[in-house]
């Protein structure tokens, strides 16, 4: 059979970290099959689903480079491919499994059940359930009911006897119909619930394979029901344990980010998220953990999935994300870092690219490191000038201003880069300087920072006549300290 796999999102939120990893495990899947990746939308959920939640859903599953071939956008011979367009599908279903007695009108209304629900709780039922009261009802007051045109949902009528549980990484303790609930299948809006619309769905769609987050194995029992009911092959399941924050709660906002592309926006590489997503819950069973998404696919194996839950670690996605970023050839990284440094031109971000390269985990890290490339310094603060426990305030003030006014010299007069370290070494030495406090004074009356790249990579960046103007200003500030 030809492998074909979907996600199957719900536009109610972002896309948070946990169902990227799930997308990012059907799209593995599906590569490495050389199947068919589907993305289908579920929004049978009408109070639940804005129209911002698929929009920004879609841009991370892109933003992950994720690209899907029938779906959304493209359309493709299963279509259409958003459920809301497809009610009159789900309903001649409902009306089939009514018609074989596997599925019943139910007239009971939002109070009635409630009333119903708190009348089981106190009564102190582990779980409250359906009491079946429509299912009771004869048949001529059903039909005339429904002739009247009084509002009614479609229930399934849960089978007794066990559904073994098995998924591809599980065989759980069969579950004893009696012990479900009858489901609604069909909404009293017309609309569909999940458990039909996405049985109907993945066999109308011929999926082969759903992979999705294992929060559904407590319907899994009533989706394997249904598929016996309309006496279908269900497809292999695959329930990916939940991913964890530090704490062992189910990951939330709270732990960070709550949407992939706030991570876009916190300085991560796609492929560096990719690579972190992937080993949430799954091993490649090398040593080696750095994977580009094609090498990603090349080796996903879903047999390696974890069924335990996997712990989301910030600090394993910034080495991670560091190892991408050091991956990257240096046209790439300056297109990466780009947005995250917006008053650099393209030129100069491109030529700043190995003084950040080896130094940066995030993205982000960049521009605090290049700023001085467009932003001249403001003043030397008094605290830089050298202190040696002989000299007095003016007498460390006169030998600063004389160390800069000679290292400007060198400056102008010699190519800059790293050929200047002997040359300001010696000055040093001359002066009676330590070399640390000369290169420290330098450095701050360079780039305003303490903090920057290699100091006299930096100035090369920077240029002579730069150098020259900053140099200048620095020595033109100490001068206006003389007393
Ligand atoms: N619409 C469901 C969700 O968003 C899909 C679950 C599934 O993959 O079957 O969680």
């Given at each position: 059979v030809s492998v074909r796999v979907r996600y199957a999102p719900s536009p109610t939120g972002r896309l948070h970290p946990g169902n990227a990893r799930t997308?990012?495990?059907?799209?593995?899947f599906a590569r490495q099959q050389g199947g068919t990746f589907i993305l289908r939308i579920e929004d049978t959920d009408q109070a639940r689903k804005t129209e911002d939640a698929l929009d920004s859903i879609l841009d991370g599953i892109r933003w992950l480079g994720l690209d899907w071939?029938?779906?959304?956008g493209i359309g493709g011979p299963y279509g259409p491919y958003v459920q809301s367009e497809r009610l009159s599908i789900y309903r001649e279903h409902a009306t089939r499994l009514v018609d074989a007695g596997d599925a019943y009108p139910c007239f009971c209304t939002a109070e009635r059940l409630e009333a119903m629900r708190r009348q089981q709780q106190a009564e102190g039922r582990p779980s409250t359930r359906y009491d079946r009261r429509c299912l009771a009802l004869p048949r001529e007051e059903v039909e005339a009911r429904l002739a009247a045109g009084e509002p009614s949902a479609i229930?399934?009528?849960m089978p007794e006897g066990p559904t073994r549980l098995k998924d591809l990484l599980r065989d759980l303790e069969p579950v004893d119909g009696r012990s479900q609930d009858d489901a609604v299948l069909l909404k009293s809006d017309g609309y569909p619930t999940y458990h039909l619309a996405s049985v109907v769905d993945d066999h109308l769609m011929e999926i082969s394979h759903v992979i999705r987050g294992d929060e559904w194995l407590g319907s899994f029992a009533k989706h394997l029901v249904l598929y016996r009911m309309f006496a279908w092959e269900p497809p292999i399941f695959v329930h990916v344990p939940v991913v964890l924050g530090?704490?062992?709660?189910?990951?939330?906002k709270r732990h960070g980010a709550a949407a992939v592309l706030e991570y876009r926006d916190m300085g991560y590489l796609p492929e560096a998220m990719d690579n972190f997503l992937a080993l949430l819950g799954w091993s490649p069973g090398t040593e080696?953990?750095?994977f580009r998404l094609d090498e990603l696919v090349q080796h996903f194996d879903l047999s390696r999935i974890q069924a335990s839950p996997a712990v989301f670690d910030q600090a394993?996605?910034?080495s991670v994300n560091g190892r991408h970023i050091r991956a990257l050839a240096p046209p790439e990284l300056a297109r990466a870092l780009r947005p995250h440094v917006p008053d650099l031109s393209a030129a100069l971000l491109e030529a700043?690219?190995?003084?950040?390269?080896?130094?940066?985990?995030?993205l982000t890290d960049a521009e605090p490191l290049l700023r001085f490339l467009v932003h001249r310094p403001e003043g030397m603060p008094p605290e830089l000038l050298p202190r040696t426990r002989e000299l007095d305030e003016a007498a460390a003030l006169e030998k600063a201003i004389g160390a800069l006014q000679e290292a400007r010299e060198l400056f102008t007069a010699s190519p800059l880069g790293p050929g200047l370290e002997q040359p300001l070494r010696g000055l040093a030495a001359e002066r009676g300087l330590k070399a640390g406090d000369l290169f420290m004074m330098l450095r701050i009356a360079l780039t305003g920072s303490r903090v920057t790249p290699p100091l006299l990579e930096?100035?090369?960046?920077?240029?002579?006549?730069?150098c020259a103007v900053r140099l200048d200003f620095a020595v033109g500030d100490l001068v206006g300290r003389r007393r």
């Open positions: 997308v990012l495990f059907d799209y593995l071939d029938e779906g959304p229930r399934m009528k530090p704490d062992r709660a189910k990951l939330s080696d953990d750095f394993k996605l910034d700043a690219v190995p003084l950040v390269q080896e130094r940066i985990q995030r930096s100035a090369a960046l920077l240029g002579p006549a730069e």
